[in-house]
């Protein structure tokens, strides 16, 4: 036994500790509880993956029989590790670790301790590490589903941090909505595996996805992965689920950064590569996965190219990447996806900490049209942005580099198509992080603050990111993960990669003209082909289809129809109907009436003997 | 001992000493009936001490001749799940008493008598194996239950109980035509009258009478589940109910159909019980009223009739369970039972905590409370998280456990329930954010107390119980084993009516 329970313990000590004592704590002891539970759950994550190492299969730990009904059901509390995990495990303890260093510099300022915004907000992100570590751990699909759901609660709850703004608390359901639709056809995908395989183990479904007849493949396993699409779709926010994603900024900045890019959104991702012994029986769903991120990674860069919040961009870049991600799990190559997931982790936390860090320095502002100018008055944050802008414009051997490029040579070898146009969507990815940092760094500053840099519980961190953003590529991760996923596909061709990092520094440049060499280029655009514009800057309008087609008629049917129709005027209609009518009669017998529980009694009994008078006629006759 | 006994009767002997203390003497009656609850309580967890969840039949059975000339027999005894549902009862007939400490300050004395006759009424529906004794304990948590609504309750309360009143009669007299019907077969075929259960389980009924009594018991039971279309009585009555009558008849109340279910149908009527077109019906309409109950929830104004018929929506899961006739379905069931009477217990609980504070319970009353009683946002919360079934605790466990059930009799089923689940989150997350957060709206918000010492310990042990089935539901499966094994392979027609079973445990 290796204690992997240990791992998600440590947090959830932390946010026990926090949660009911944290009132009383000064700031500095919540910080050390906070911080010191997650460090403590790196270590154990390092000191346990160095000791089962080299990990090649599935290592499980049972504690204890969780749901078991009759023979057929069994459902334990299982944990287990292999490579896939071990990759995922480091990222969110490590990552993790960072981001609560960097949320004590942050969250300094919350009115606190009798105001509790501050153990608030510790104990939330403490419980967010615990259900992320048991996603991660899980050895099977309801374990995994239950971190599933807690992420997605810890995510609701730090959306709507600031509960007194209507606007975050909106965001927080409609997170917490948009993601029980994915959850819905999570759930089905859950009972489906349940009956086919008849277990939810996955070693035990992996072993038999093999050995399955071709109609079942065709059928059963195609829909079971279709529904876990969905699901996937709705935590990691790909059409036509992502709506919720950039509505999520409302949260404080440190929760975008870690729940809503380096961690949470990309559990999809690895539920999906998770489950990839299905996926590999079930073509056409890998077909959808591939389309559908690949729609979502073209769609969210074009809407990331005209927001003017500087969150809102990287939270469409965010929507775009994971894009890439599926994109490469729907065309096989999962490690590259996994890949990603780590690679984007260190660039978008990075990106989505150092625009909180300038937010810092303008106290709140978060508009890009308000700042400028600010390279040499913050210059630490100017400088870690930029290698986070290197690493996902793709500027080689930077992390961001490594991994797409990864992708799109798996793309192009599954179809040329699905390269061509991921290319042209990192060309757009490299156009709008340039545009949000010559918009935020140069030129001159538009604002009213007066902008200071960020004390060194902030900077930090920022380095260390920094640091892996540029060179974290080098850590190997589809080889390693080649005992579990498999070998991505053979043959890179240096012209793709030419061409990939071509489209790149194309971006680049355009965003330099548009933004710092010709500032009034982009009004002349938007003027040009204003409907286009209008259309993009708008989201498509896809917010108000959704709840033109669908939230208007669910509430209007339910208050018109259901309630006032149908309760009240249907079944309560014919109720009091049968009141009146009854009263009528009553006017009659109204001695009866007398309001004495005697002579109700007495009724009673005399209606009981009635009855049995006529049943014993009725049923003695037969 | 007859323990059973001194489950069934130590509530009357708390209504016989509120009997005795004179009315004007209201603390001491406050006292009385508090330690008399509590002592309920205590004399029900002998059983989780005793009750050997391997033994297949009823157990602590007691019996003795009542009326011998009909048959009719004092007969007690339980099995796994009338002994959770009893563990339930107790445990929120303490609570009821103890929520009512500053809520009730009129006619205190006669309050806590009609508390005690109910509870009294409750427990023998869930012990009573004789259909006679059972039929009377119905009848007698009616009464009660119809005052504590009519007498205590809040503005419409007289339309509401007659309501309530009306709608559970009609149920009743069907059911009493039904029960009558089997009694007179029996004698038909064996030649004496008797009300046991066990005996009745012998009769070999034609499909068309079985159908027959089948529709009889269904009107009973489902009015009072409520099941969809039957329900319009409960939003009322919730509604207009002092506190703890919502949460006696939230939790228990309730639970007394869907038992009826489970005791009284499936082993009675095996046949009709797996009719394909009664079974398709009534799986129907248990969708139709997860689905009908979260929208209408959804839209609704006022903050309990929002919990009612959330109601609806939970009870509508645990009959599918039920109908899914499996073993799944049916431990889920039971155990979503359980989960509903402590998660809807607190959220009603909850409505009581603000009403006594502010006496309104419309929602656009309310705002941003959490700024001013952050301890009663933080138990609203969990008991919110509770009822829509978040992983680790209560709620998560059943309904996995029922739709698990439900999609092994039925994709479609299984389908339409998962649905269901996505409403659940949203109206209660609305209804959260419109009451508890945002910006203080309403002055007369400011400065309302937080939640008392006395409140925690009434919402302490439902918020304890919600974890210990989430985390740890092993015991629970255990004990319903036995009996829900039974129930489904009878049905199934796998085993003969069990005489064996009710084999008498003295102890």
Sequence with gaps: MHQLWLIPAFPLLGFLINGIFGKKFSKRAVSLFAVGSVLLSFLWVVKTLMAISPLETLYTEHYFTWIASGAALNIGFDLSVDRLTSVMLLVVTGIGSLIHIYATGYMAHEPGPNHGGYYRFFSYLNLFMFFMLILVLAANYLLLFVGWEGVG??????????????SATNAGIKAFVVNRIGDFGFSLAIFLIFIQFGSLDFQKVFAQAGGLADEVQAGVITATCLLLMVGAAGKSAQVPLYVWLPDAME???????????????????????????????????????AVIGLLTAVMAATIGMTQNDIKKVYAYSTVSQLGYMFLACGVGAYSAGIYHVMTHA????????????????????????NMGGLRSK?????????????????????????????ILVAAHHHSPAMFWIGVITASMTAFYVWRALFLCFFGRYRGSAHPHESPL????????????????????????????????????????????????????????????????LPDTFARALKGLYTLVYNKYFVDEAYDAVIIRPVVDGSRTVLWKGFD??????????????????????????????????????????????????????? | MPILSIILFTPLLGFLGVLLIPGSKKRVIKIWANLAAFAGFLVSLRLTEWFDKSHPGFQFVERASWIPSLGVQYLLGIDGISFLLIMLTTLIGFIAVLCSWSAIDERVKEYYAMLFLLQCGMLGVFMALDFFLFYLFWEVVLVPMYFLIG????????????????????????????????YFQYFHQFGRYTFEISELMRLTLPLGIERWVFWAFFIGFAIKVPMFPFHTWLPDAHTEAPTAGSVILAAVLLKMGTYGFIRFSLPLLPQASIDHTIVTILAVLSLIGILYGALVSLMQQDWKKLVAYSSVSHLGFCTLGIFSLNHAGLAGSVIQQVNHGISTGMLFLIVGVIYERRHTREISEYGGLAHIMPQFAFVFAFAMLSSAGLPLLNGFVGEFTILQGAFAASKVWGAFAVLGIIFGAAYLLWLYQRTMLGEVTNEKNRGLRDLTPREWAVFLPLMAWAVWIGVYPKPYFDILDKPVTQIVERVHGKTQPVEASLTEVAR
Aim: hydrophobic content about 55%; glycine content about 12%.
């Design chain 1, 251 to 289: 949260g404080p900045t440190p929760v975008s950064a870690l729940i809503h890019a380096a961690t949470m959104v990309t559990a999809g991702v690895y539920m999906v590569a998770r489950s990839a012994p299905l996926f590999n029986h079930a073509p056409i769903a890998m077909e959808v996965v």
């Design chain 2, 151 to 182: 007498i205590w309750g809040g503005p419409r309360k007289l339309y509401a109980a007659l309501k309530f009143f009306l709608y559970t009669m009609a149920g009743s007299v069907l059911m009493l035509l039904g029960i009558f019907t089997l």
């Design chain 1, 457 to 520: 519980v902030i900077t930090l961190p920022l380095g260390v990111l920094a640091l892996l953003s540029i060179l974290g590529g080098f850590f190997r991760v589809p080889v390693w993960l080649e005992p579990v996923l498999g070998k991505a596909p053979e043959g890179h061709d240096p012209a793709l990669v030419i061409i990939s990092v071509a489209a790149g520094l194309i971006g680049i440049f355009l965003a330099w003209l548009f933004y710092v060499a010709k500032p009034g």
């Design chain 1, 568 to 622: 009240v005027g249907v079944v309560d209609g014919i109720v009091n109907g049968v009141g009146s009518v009854s009263r009528g009669v009553g006017g009659i017998l109204r001695t009866l009436q007398g309001g004495s529980i005697r002579n109700y009694a007495a009724l009673t009994l005399l209606g009981a003997v009635l009855v049995l008078a006529a049943v014993a006629f009725t049923g003695g006759a037969q």
């Design chain 1, 378 to 406: 913050i210059p630490v944050t100017f400088l870690t942005l930029l290698c986070a802008s290197l690493a996902i414009a793709g500027f080689p051997y930077t992390s961001g580099f490594m991994s797409k490029d990864e």
């Design chain 1, 346 to 369: 260190f660039f978008k936390a990075l990106l989505f900490l150092g625009a909180g860090s300038v937010i810092h320095a303008l106290q709140g502002e978060q508009d890009l049209r």
């Design chain 1, 153 to 166: 609660l810890c995510s609701y709850l730090l959306i709507g941090f600031y509960f007194v703004k209507k």
